[in-house]
């Protein structure tokens, strides 16, 4: 490709972000750190977490702004449509960034960001993480928005191919629009024990957080059976929730306090700690788009066994997983054939196949492509924009419409009362000036 | 696409996987013929016909009606067209009937039960009685006006959220409890009555009409459903005399609210229906692997 070599200038952007944790949160960590490597730049904003606002440097000179807004409901901002715009602005100008990459669909910051950017003529680009339904109200609100937001986007990610049909169907996107490209996992951070687990005991954990959606009612079902039918087999769960509750009332019910270990909630930084003690991860949920625990399970070494929901049966080959339907009596199966197939596993072996199946340079690279062909796409003026809005929807269309209008004005507004060319540029430090030829990788072997 | 000429010798299909890196020859938005393969549309629609849909909207034809009755009654009050001694025995004939339509349709027939139900009725009927002085003097400082569109007011809502499908009180050993909208709207016909007996000139007549309305509002629907679940012909048969009485007796109180009336019921009986089965073809659902699991079994608390 032509612009192979060109640096991008990014602007992750989120309400998800560190001190929060999760899929989506580490998702952007660990990809701004790699297109860093790669010698972009990255800044990645997102909203206050308590006493932590305004700029902070983490790892690798990542630069993060939490924005002064304070979130209201799930670590969500409230959404004020246009009352973000000058400090959005101020940060896109500030930082001189080319590309804006909003996470997360139902992250109202990124919504608002990527509007906005729309509106100043930067180019966008939209991570979708999760699976959502059509049914339901809060969902068909939240596919309409979604609906505005890709309507006029460069391009998409969506972390798995069952995820892209998802957002395709959900937000009416031309399919050509969205790469896939997964999650990965800190291959060099979950590492098997070295020395392997005696086999006399068989140790199957679970470490999700102990909600409806990631199956704990399956647990409950699930568990009582496989002890019954297994006399060597003892659960460790790690994970709090509204269900931890049945399950202490299961073990009580059936006497497992002694083979099923209840540990509450497990920081990230010990999740490897707990995984190492396990010969088999046990994964219930119900819906997931990706599943960075069954990678992290995986990259220790372990034998996963999984409901077959969403993008799971995608994430990895057939001889790693056992995957079950989604009901008690199969998920039993399953464990047990993943019991009867566990002395043919070597946990060095799997980690080492998981080091050559992700990684998150992997990712970046791909990132990267996509931001190329984001920069490729034409320049618009609003006008020639607005039919693509007006598409969305006899009502909405109109109403979306009117939204940018007014984002429209209100951009000259700010263009009046504060001139671009009197906001500041920051001086760029650090990597990028370093690495501006591209940097040799480890997985150069995995792309063409 | 310059890779085309080797893609049949060399190039390695393309799989729906996520794992290995970018699949060697396809791009990551690469789409192809298995995109949405899995997808699934209209799979759990019912097809509903006309004559069915008609039988269900009964239910809600045969509210309206009772509410309609009620109303005529707190009108004839208000005039003092009906004298309290004359209401009274006319909610105690109530109160056995359908004490007994509970106890035959409800079976089987236990004199815990009734037991059980008798006691309720008496606490609840004194606890009345010693209320009603209260009630008579509550909103005598209020105009009527501000009154009577309260009512209307409340008890729109009462028949916008009403549950027209169960009742809110439950017939012994239901399994579900009634839901939030349910108890809003009986509480919101619990108020109107209040407000209407506060109008009223003696505390007698204000008992009388308190009992009445709590009779009607809390155990219509009981008794409507019991009967319902007893027998549908019965059901229609009940729902049918209601109408007519209702329809009679709106007829003789006001013309407008008689033509008001006649138009609901046909509204909720005949074009409702048919405007529910013309907008069946637009019905389009949509199922795939990215649907949340359901689980087969039930979680009890």
């Known amino acids: 490709m032509d612009n192979q070599g060109r640096k991008h200038r990014i602007l992750m952007v989120s309400d998800f972000f560190f001190p929060n944790f999760g899929g989506v949160e580490s998702h952007i960590y660990y990809l701004s750190q790699c297109l860093l490597k790669l010698g972009h730049k990255v800044v990645v904003m997102t909203h206050a977490y308590g006493k932590r606002s305004g700029v902070r440097y983490v790892t690798g000179g990542l630069k993060v702004y939490y924005v002064p807004w304070r979130p209201f409901l799930m670590q969500n901002t409230l959404p004020t449509l246009w009352l973000t715009f000058p400090i959005i602005r101020t940060i896109l100008i500030r930082e001189k960034i080319s590309v804006v990459h909003g996470h997360q669909a139902f992250s109202t910051l990124c919504h608002e960001a990527l509007m906005h950017a729309r509106t100043m003529g930067y180019k966008v680009v939209f991570t979708d993480h999760s699976l959502y339904g059509f049914a339901d109200v809060g969902s068909i609100h939240m596919n309409k928005v979604l609906q505005f937001t890709l309507a006029d986007i460069d391009q998409a990610i969506c972390v798995s191919h069952t995820s892209k049909e998802n957002t395709v169907l959900r937000s009416g996107i031309s399919p050509e629009k969205v790469f896939m490209v997964p999650n990965a996992v800190d291959t060099a951070m979950f590492t098997p024990s070295p020395n392997r687990l005696s086999c006399g005991e068989i140790v199957i954990v679970v470490i999700s957080r102990l909600v409806y959606r990631k199956g704990a009612d399956l647990l409950v079902e699930v568990i009582p059976e496989v002890c019954r039918l297994f006399p060597k087999v003892r659960f460790i769960v790690g994970g709090d929730g509204p269900k931890r509750v049945r399950l202490e009332e299961m073990r009580e019910k059936f006497s497992l306090q002694d083979r099923v270990e209840m540990l509450g909630a497990v920081p990230h930084a010990q999740v490897r700690s707990v995984l190492v003690s396990g010969h088999i991860f046990l994964n219930s949920s119900l819906t997931e788009a990706f599943c960075i625990a069954i990678l992290e399970a995986a990259s220790c070494g372990l034998l996963t066994v999984s409901t077959r929901v969403g993008g799971v049966p995608e994430v990895l080959p057939d001889d790693m997983i056992v995957l079950a339907e989604p009901d008690p009596e199969d998920m039993v199966r399953a464990v047990k054939k993943a019991i009867d197939i566990l002395p043919g596993i070597d946990p060095q072996v799997m980690h080492l196949r998981m080091k050559k199946l992700y990684s998150w340079d992997d990712v970046a690279k791909r990132t990267e492509i996509v931001y190329d062909r984001a920069m490729q796409s034409s320049n618009t003026n609003l006008l020639d924009r607005l039919p693509r809005y007006l598409t969305c929807g006899a009502w909405a269309g109109k109403l979306f419409c009117l939204v940018m209008i007014i984002n429209y004005l209100v951009w000259c507004l700010l263009e009046f009362l504060q001139p671009a060319e009197g906001i500041e540029e920051v001086p760029d430090i650090g990597p990028l000036l370093t690495h501006l030829d591209p940097v040799d990788d480890p997985c150069e072997a995995q792309g063409d | ?301």
């Not at chain 2, 085309?4 to 299909?13: A, L």
């Not at chain 2, 004194?126 to 409340?154: E, K, N």
């Not at chain 2, 033509?259 to 659902?285: D, G, M, N, T």
């Open chain 2, 1 to 301: 696409m310059k890779g085309v000429g080797n893609q049949i010798r060399c190039q390695p299909k393309w799989r729906k996987v996520a794992y290995g890196g970018r699949q060697p020859g396809y791009d990551d938005n690469h789409t192809d013929g298995s995109f949405l393969e899995e997808m699934v549309m209209n799979a759990n629609v019912v097809k509903r016909d006309f004559l069915k849909v008609m039988i269900d909207s009964v239910s809600i034809s045969q509210y309206l009606c009772i509410v309609a009755l009620v109303v005529s009654t707190w009108t004839h009050t208000l005039n003092l067209a009906i004298d309290e001694i004359t209401l009274l025995k006319f909610d105690i004939g109530l109160l056995l009937v359908g004490f007994s339509v509970l106890l035959l349709t409800t079976s089987p027939f236990s004199l815990k039960l009734l037991w059980k139900y008798v006691l309720n009725i008496s606490f609840f009927t004194s606890g009345l009685y010693v209320l009603a002085p209260i009630c008579h003097t509550l909103t005598r400082s209020i105009c009527s006006d501000s009154i009577w569109a309260l009512i209307v007011f409340l008890l729109l809502v009462h028949l916008f959220l009403h549950d027209y499908s169960g009742s809110t009180i439950r017939p012994p050993g239901a399994l579900n409890n009634p839901k939030l909208t349910s108890n809003i709207s009986l509480n919101a016909s619990i108020v109107a009555s209040v407000l209407v007996a506060s109008r009223l000139p003696s505390w007698l007549h204000v008992f009388v009409i308190m009992l009445f309305s709590l009779q009607v509002f809390l155990f219509a629907p009981l008794v409507t459903f019991c009967i319902k679940k007893y027998s549908c012909r019965l059901h229609l048969l009940f729902s049918f005399a209601l109408m007519v009485m209702a329809l009679s007796v709106t007829y003789q109180l006001h013309r407008m609210l008689f033509i008001l009336l006649l138009a609901l019921l046909i509204f909720i009986s005949l074009v409702c229906p048919y405007w529910l089965i013309r907008i069946q073809e637009y019905k389009f659902e949509i199922n795939g692997p990215w649907d949340e699991a359901k689980l087969c079994f039930d979680i009890t608390e």
